[in-house]
């Protein structure tokens, strides 16, 4: 008998906790403009239900990854949604696209995807605050310069932007991470480097037009560039909140910055 309670305790526990957890689902997106379907996970949280309007954060992959990496190496972000109330939407952005609308290749045109596609997909199918102060964007590594980039080219789309371990100037790397096949090669067209390099697009940005959140370790390969980026922003005198603390280019390190982003972009969508 105590068995058999003990098992009926436990299965009401499961039953609740089931009930009670965000819910994940991956869905097709149909890029137009790329002419393919692309795989999204999209988090829900627990109380989607009640019938409300929910905040969205758009977050995306580093390099070589894919929409289901940051559910499956960083599964905290379920808890978020549930604590934040808010959905979370984590795209497909290609392979090495580094979400750009590539001049070279027809197959990458990443801004166009996530910024207007995507967004109107999530609008429209999923109980949203259709308003830039609803909508925020963050990333890793190649998807942190990725936020950046979108988030100061669209400011009529996003209110919140942040990048962990972001690849936020593109121009010491020429040799690297495919760069070369969605700009050309910097030797060749060192103009398109210049121009969709995140470094040199702060003149988009006046003080407080986006909130702005920026993480990266120490030892990481990008922390020069994210250090001059505080300094250039500094510089600029435009308020963005700078996270440096010990810690690589790894999963153990954004496990823990996604939930900084996440609460940084929560008190921002709480503002009144």
Known sequence: MKKAFL??????????????????DTVEVNSAVMKKNLKVVV????????????PVVYLLHGYSGNHANWIQKAPGIQKAADQFNMIIVCPDGGFSSWYWDSPVDPQSQFETYVSKELVAYVDKNYKTIKDRKGRGITGLSMGGHGA????LKHQDVYGTAGSMSGGVDIR??????????????????????EKNTVINMLHLLTPNSLSLIIDCGTEDF?????????????????????IS?????????????VQHQLLFMNTYFNKK
Not at 7 to 24: E, G
Not at 43 to 54: L, Q, S
């Open 245 to 257: 603390r010990p810690g690589a280019h790894n999963w153990p390190y954004w496990e823990n910055a």
């Open 43 to 54: 988090v829900r949280p627990a109380g989607y239900n009640a019938g409300r309007e929910f």
């Open 172 to 193: 010491p790397f020429p040799n690297n991470w495919d760069m070369a096949k969605r700009l050309g090669s910097y030797a060749e067209q060192p103009e398109r480097w």
């Open 222 to 242: 990008f922390y020069a560039v994210n250090e001059n980026l505080h300094q250039q922003l500094e510089y600029r005198k435009i308020p963005h909140d700078y």
């Open 148 to 151: 950046f980039y979108l988030a």
């Open 7 to 24: 098992s009926l305790f436990a299965f009401v526990l499961l039953t609740l906790s089931q009930a009670i957890a965000a819910q994940v």
